[in-house]
């Protein structure tokens, strides 16, 4: 039996209405809430990540106690090293991150953006001091 009662409230969000942060997991990226962890009482949560600085060190190695986790490329492409496997997710690609996959974001592009859900709201990332494969480097962006 649950502890506490279960929170779904209506959230309609306008684009006008996001609020751009730093604030997020990752400095080098903004992001913008889409108010899903207030409506479903932290059970979920889904925000746009878009890429603010250009790659250099990338996230390191890692993996998130979550049990759901989809990232949706809507702009650009991100690459990813999961577990051993270099993967590239492109525009239009959705990736579900099975719980507890070890995974580096390690290269995007500059328009790069994604919604990302994951529950619970308040998931723990974990780091990992050594991965499992070599992380390849990132490409440079162009000069503006």
């Not at 009662?5 to 751009?20: R, T």
């Not at 600085?53 to 060190?57: L, S």
């Given at each position: 039996m649950l502890d506490k009662?279960?929170?779904?409230?209506?959230?309609?969000?306008?684009?006008?209405?996001?609020?751009?942060s730093g604030d997020g997991l990752r400095d080098f990226f903004l992001y913008r809430d889409l108010g899903i962890a207030e409506a479903t009482g932290g059970r979920v949560i889904a925000h746009l990540v878009t890429a603010n600085?250009?790659?250099?060190?990338g996230t390191g190695w890692?993996?998130?106690?979550?049990d759901f986790h989809i990232?949706?490329?809507?702009?650009?492409w991100a690459k990813f090293m999961y577990e051993d496997k270099e993967?590239?997710?492109?525009?239009?690609?959705?990736?579900h991150q099975r719980p507890g996959i070890v995974h580096y974001l390690f290269d995007y592009s500059p328009d790069m953006e994604y919604l990302e859900v994951v529950?619970?709201?308040d998931f723990p990332t974990i780091e990992v001091a050594k991965g499992p494969a070599p992380?390849?480097?990132?490409?440079?962006?162009?000069?503006?």
């Open positions: 009662p279960i929170v779904n409230k209506f959230s309609h969000v306008k684009p006008e209405d996001l609020k751009v600085t250009a790659p250099t060190i890692h993996y998130h106690e979550a990232v949706m490329m809507l702009k650009g993967t590239l997710v492109a525009a239009g690609d959705c990736v529950g619970p709201a992380v390849p480097t990132p490409t440079p962006w162009p000069s503006m």
